[in-house]
């Protein structure tokens, strides 16, 4: 098995961009059935789950073997 070692700071850039992201349509009320807003516990939530997956997923991809090969 094989674990990625990737930057830190790519983790940070893109987990800073949907967390921004996230803020941005949360305050504008869009994609929410009440009044619009910002819930710092689900960007709390979301800042600390996404790089967590994110790392599952690369070492997911690392492993998978292509079918061409």
Known sequence: M??????RADYALRTATVVATL????????FVDGPPGIDPA??????VL???F????????ANVRRSGE
């Open 2 to 7: 094989e674990f990625p070692t990737p930057s």
């Open 50 to 52: 996404f790089p967590v």
């Open 23 to 30: 803020a941005v349509l949360q305050y504008t009320g869009t």
């Open 54 to 61: 994110s790392y599952l997923i690369d070492v997911f991809v």
């Open 42 to 47: 689900n960007l709390a939530l979301v800042a």
